[in-house]
């Protein structure tokens, strides 16, 4: 994984793209090299991920556009699916994955970020989907995962013109979760990390089946979705030590992700 690194610390994962002479820009080789690094993650000791960027001025600011320049047709839509299918790896991956976003989030960056289940980002962050300036649509999601993140209208009207907004107007639309110094970031993020990393482990990723599942169908159907994971949980080693320690009035001894 010439172009992504994976550290582990405890029950964190760190993924860290690792182009900062081109600001993390997301070429075929860094695209295979992120799922390389997602299908390595051990499920059984990790607990939740960190996704960021390397340097301090980009997440990732967008596809390469060098790359893309001279595709054709059918090398465009390829080169989309590509991206598609490894953001929607991420957005369906059992770990919950938070976006660590370190500076500019433009077009596939900004697209990476929302498959990320939580964003987090310093208040020198810069979002936006500019494709329109270059000719081309958002080709990894962003049309789909944007409106359902922000709403219709802002989505269309950042499409639309390609302006950029920054942390604070993101945070204000929801395209975040919150804003921090950008010397404070990784801090916070590993902060939230460990505290989802400290809960039930099954638990936490049920919760994140029934909602990634659960919005994509009626509500009688999504019902029925958290119905069966609730029931789930209770097959679990962790459910009883959870309600063992609330009834006993301890603190947990450790859950042990089964």
Known sequence: MGFVTFEQKG?????TIDRPKALNALNSAVLADLEAAFDGVDQETVR??????AGEKSFVAGADIAEMSNLTREEGEAFA??????????????IPVIAVINGYALGGGC??????????????????QPEVGLGITPGFSGTQRLPRIVGMGKAKEMIYTGKNIKADEAYR??????????????????KMAARIAGNAPIAVRASKKAINDGLQV????????????????????????????FVEKRKVTGFKNC
Do not use: H
């Open 81 to 94: 699916k590509k991206g598609v299918d490894i953001f929607r790896k991420i957005e369906t991956f059992p």
């Open 11 to 15: 029950a964190i994962g760190i993924v």
């Open 218 to 245: 009626d509500m009688d159907q999504a019902i029925v979705i958290e119905e069966k994971l609730f029931g789930s949980c209770f097959e679990t080693e962790d459910q009883k030590e959870g309600m063992a320690a």
């Open 111 to 128: 697209e990476l970020a929302m498959s990320c289940d939580i964003r987090l980002c310093a208040d020198t962050a810069v979002f936006g």
């Open 48 to 53: 939740c991920i960190l996704l960021t960027g």
């Open 173 to 190: 639309v929801g395209l975040v979760n919150a804003v921090y110094p950008a010397e404070e970031l990784m801090a916070q993020a590993e």
